[in-house]
């Protein structure tokens, strides 16, 4: 491992995409190492496939990164600004004879100068890279010096490849799957620079990590095939291989690689949704690493404390959709409200519901009216549909609550004299709208049940909601008997 007091690990996604749930977790596992060791994360973006990457995918990368919570130490530095020291690392290879110029034609030979495969390009964590196939050595590997003067002669392009040795093993030790050891008999000579001068991404990734003072390489099981070649470009380059951690891959519920047919898989769509960064991040914690007990519900400086690359698993973890909103459910649920009342502001703003009084003069209010709907909660989004009728008058009547609770043809009038009672009230509070609607219902020879449950559909338009009497509370008598007033109307209307 090189020498460092404290570890030094990067994050390198590739602007091919939007961050997705595998990113996202290799990125949280870097970030949860680094904090816990007290050492540095630095963001590398890995943009040098000018044919798939798309710039303006970069920031959507930062910005779900943030939303994460993942933050780096150093960067953003960007592959495509750091040309030139890959060209110098593959010259230098190529004078130390580990190299040779090649000057097949792209494609001619299996491994030759082409665009790189799929496993090279996406983010960490995406992608099961393919088995690295054994192959003939290329033609170019053994030749002359005078076929090689001639070859320079006319001016070919030439790309450089790996010389890999013929006989032995390379070794490596991977903090997740321990000892390795590949025989160099199944390692082609993989190309270092094409001949367009764009470096691929076993050199680029391998000089940057020196460059970086990488110590520890966190990422992908999907990238131990990669590895051996890179250990070879470390020893080529005389330096040290740092400390390998392959973490398993996510799968979907039927056990194939986690894709857009399993659902969403960006970062981006799930706070769009509306889940909460931190129920995010314990619930992608724990997909592959345990604490070897059976803790499930931990907030961040939990899992920063307790985090550590021996509770990796080698088993591939099984994305959950409803695991994930069981952890939104105790994070909307569990933490001071105060915690949450941001979150649910945006919401409500995106909505076009939300009241500058709220985060002011009546940030109380606020406070208790979602602190009384956040047990019914799954998703922020419960906030503007189920629930927008504490935020808003505009609202309609649920078609089956209607059907189920206003069926009876004496309810009009009974919301009617409800309405009444509630407005001569000289205090508002629970057991005073308690027990005025008791005794409506008392009056008018119903269970008290009936009239509760129409009330209910009267003034927030659904069957189910919190308590009705701390509902009523909470929208304050002047709304409550507007509500029950135009609920009347509604009815003798039809």
């Known amino acids: ?8 690990v990067r994050f390198a996604p590739s602007p091919t995409g939007y961050l997705h749930v595998g990113g996202a977790r290799t990125a949280l596992f ?7 060791e007290g050492g540095t994360l630095i963001l590398r973006v890995e943009d040098t496939d000018v044919e798939r990457n798309k710039p303006e995918l970069v920031d959507g990368i930062l910005v779900a990164l943030k939303w994460l919570g993942v933050d780096w130490d150093e960067g953003p530095f960007f592959q495509s600004q750091r040309g030139e020291m890959y060209r110098a690392a593959a010259e230098k290879i190529f004078a130390s004879g580990a190299g040779y110029a090649c000057y097949c034609k792209p494609a ?9 495969p799929k496993d090279e390009v996406e983010d960490e964590g995406d992608a099961e890279g393919p088995k690295a196939a054994k192959l003939a050595a290329c033609p170019c590997r053994d030749m002359s010096a005078d076929q090689l003067a001639a070859k320079e002669k006319e001016g070919l392009p030439r790309a450089i490849r790996f010389k890999t040795p013929r006989t032995g093993v390379t070794t490596f030790e991977d903090a997740v799957f321990g000892p390795r ?11 270092l620079l094409r001949s367009s001068g764009v470096p691929t991404y ?10 970086m003072r990488i110590t520890h390489i966190i990422r992908g099981a999907d990238h131990l095939s990669n590895t051996p070649k890179q250990v070879l470009i470390y020893h080529a380059l005389g330096a ?10 996510i799968l979907g519920a039927d056990r194939t690689r986690l894709s857009k047919r399993h659902g969403a898989t960006s970062v981006g769509s799930y706070a769009d949704e509306g889940f909460l960064p931190e129920a995010f991040r314990n619930f992608l914690a724990l997909l592959g690493w345990s604490t070897g007990d059976d803790s499930e519900y931990m907030r961040t400086p939990e899992l920063v404390e307790r985090f550590s690359l021996s509770g990796v698993s080698r088993t591939n973890a099984i994305f959950d959709r409803a695991k994930l909103e069981w952890y939104n459910t105790q994070y909307l649920q569990k933490p001071p409200v105060e915690e949450i009342l941001p979150f649910v502001e945006a919401e409500l703003k995106k909505a076009g519901l939300w009241q500058d009084a709220w985060g002011s003069s009546e940030q109380a209010w606020f406070a208790r009216t979602v602190d009384l709907i956040r047990p019914r909660t799954r998703l922020l989004g419960d906030f503007t549909t189920w629930a927008r009728a504490f935020f808003t008058d505009d609202f309609t009547y649920d078609v089956e609550a209607r059907e189920k609770f206003w069926k009876d043809e004496k309810i009009a009038g009974m919301l009617g004299k409800l309405a009444d009672a509630l407005a001569a009230l000289p205090e508002w509070n629970h057991d005073a709208c308690d027990a005025a609607s008791r005794a409506v219902a008392a009056a008018e020879g119903v269970k ?10 009267a003034i927030v338009g ?5 308590p009705l009497f701390d509902t009523m509370v909470a929208l304050s008598q002047d709304r409550v008997v507007a509500r029950l007033q135009r609920a009347v109307a509604f009815l003798n209307s039809r």
């Open 1 to 8: 491992m090189p020498v460092s007091t404290k570890p030094r």
């Open 30 to 36: 870097n970030w949860l190492f680094a904090k816990h």
């Open 108 to 116: 001619a030979y299996a491994g030759g100068d082409y665009s790189a």
């Open 202 to 211: 076993q050199l680029s990734v391998v000089v940057d990590d020196i460059d």
């Open 462 to 466: 659904r069957a189910v909601a919190p």
């Open 240 to 249: 040290q291989p740092p400390i390998f951690a392959h973490v398993p891959l």
């Open 181 to 191: 050891e590949v025989q160099n008999g199944d390692i082609e000579d993989f190309v």
């Open 448 to 457: 008290a049940g009936v009239l509760i449950n129409a009330t209910r559909v």
